[in-house]
Every structure is written in C-alpha cells, then in structure tokens.
C-alpha cells in the first residue's frame, strides 16, 4: 500500500532530500520546487510536485545520462509515487561539475 503525499513545501523536499542523501551518500544536492509553475495541472492536482534536481556524486562515474536517471529513481523509491509527479534531473559527478560534491 502505497503512503500518501505529504504536504508540499519545506517538508517535503526534507524528504526527497534525506531519501537521496541516504541512497545516495556524499551527494551535493540542489533540489528546487517548482510546484507553484504547474497550478492546475492534471499531475499537480494530485498533490505530487514539480521538481528541479541538480545532484553531483561519484556514483554517476562511467554511467551514461539514462543509466544516472534511473539511479535516482530508484533512490527515490516510493516517492516517485507519492511525492513527485515531475522531476528534471541534471546528475554530474564531481569532475563535470567543477569540483563541487565527492
């Protein structure tokens, strides 16, 4: 059984943090809500949220773009379902980024 939304806003993206932190340790994550852009939408309706994801990892050295995709969304679990109707991810490892993260 599938757990409900939780309210949007601060909490939530507590959430999504600690879920990618946790699967995902040592990641420098910039996570942005954009929840507010998409008022009205069908997805928004049902309470999951719009979501920018900008993460840097070593786990993401030698995967291609897709294969970094799916390595967040699976960290994310659940939440996919329950938390998030849309989520543009930009995933680098340290290096690509400039340094910034391990």
């Known amino acids: 059984m599938s757990a409900a939304p939780i309210a949007a806003g601060p909490a939530r ?38 979501f920018r994801l900008r993460i840097v990892s070593g786990a993401f050295a030698g995967l291609r773009p897709l294969q970094r995709h799916q390595l967040v969304y699976r960290s994310l679990g659940e939440l996919m379902q329950t938390d998030i109707h849309a989520l543009s991810i930009t995933a680098l490892t340290a290096e690509e980024s400039g340094g910034a993260g391990r």
């Open 13 to 50: 993206l507590e959430r999504i943090r600690s879920q990618l932190a946790q699967s995902l340790p040592g990641a420098a994550i910039e996570l942005i809500d954009d929840s507010h852009r998409h008022a009205g939408h069908a997805g928004a309706r049902d309470g999951r949220g719009h």
